[in-house]
């Protein structure tokens, strides 16, 4: 009895370590637009900005843009290209859906459809990255002074010592 009590207090460490682990390194895939998907949304623009105002994106995720090749693509643009739909020449473009891109860097970025007039009828997306390894910054304008070193630490320290702890106690037990 009593060591199956203590595998399953094991157990229960265990897995409280790697959910941790888990929540702290694993990267995010998006679908774009979910079960719409990437397609040109004609009733409703704004239905990328709202879906991308729904989420947040860090480095290392990835964006999902499902949609038929020939009938869509995806343009990764400037911000200029981006807010007038002008496809001369886009950083990069993708034609064969669906179409994976993952997001290496921080800071906004801005893809379209380049097919007809798709662009202007919606098919566009803006999204902000911040980076997966720190805290989000601060939503005040104004940078607050950073913080003394002994002060909290940052979440992902911590969550190595909730990692590490854990596992000391699931090794005693
Ligand atoms: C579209 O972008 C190209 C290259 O960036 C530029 O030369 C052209 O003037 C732009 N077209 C319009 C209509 O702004
Ligand atoms: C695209 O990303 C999704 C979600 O991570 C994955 O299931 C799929 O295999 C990826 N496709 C390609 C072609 O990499
Ligand atoms: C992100 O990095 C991976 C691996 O180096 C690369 O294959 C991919 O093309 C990069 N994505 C973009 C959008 O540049
Ligand atoms: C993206 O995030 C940066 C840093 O927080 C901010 O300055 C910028 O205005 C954001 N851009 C958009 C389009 O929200
Ligand atoms: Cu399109």
Do not use: R
Not at 5 to 29: G, I, M
Not at 108 to 129: D, M, P, R, S
Not at 150 to 165: D, N, Q
């Amino acid at each position: 009895m009593a060591t199956a009590k203590l595998s399953f207090t094991k157990l229960v460490v265990l897995a409280l370590a790697a959910a941790v682990l888990v929540e702290f390194s694993a990267a995010a895939a998006y679908i774009v637009g979910d079960t719409m998907g990437w397609v040109n949304p004609s009733s409703d623009a704004t239905v990328y900005s709202k879906w991308a105002s729904q989420h947040t994106f860090a480095t290392g995720d990835i964006l999902v843009f499902n949609y038929a090749t020939q009938q869509h693509n995806v343009a990764t643009v400037t911000k200029n290209a981006y807010d007038a739909c002008n496809s001369t020449s886009p950083i990069s473009i993708a034609t064969n859906g669906p179409t994976n891109i993952t997001l290496n860097t921080t800071g906004e970025h801005y893809f379209f459809c380049t097919i007809g007039t798709h662009c202007a009828q919606g098919q566009k997306l803006a999204i902000n990255v911040t980076s997966s390894t720190t805290a989000p910054p601060s939503p005040s304008s104004v940078s607050p002074p950073p913080p003394p070193p002994s002060s909290a630490p940052p979440k992902a320290v911590a969550a190595f010592a909730v990692v590490l702890m854990s596992i000391a106690i699931g090794v005693m037990c």
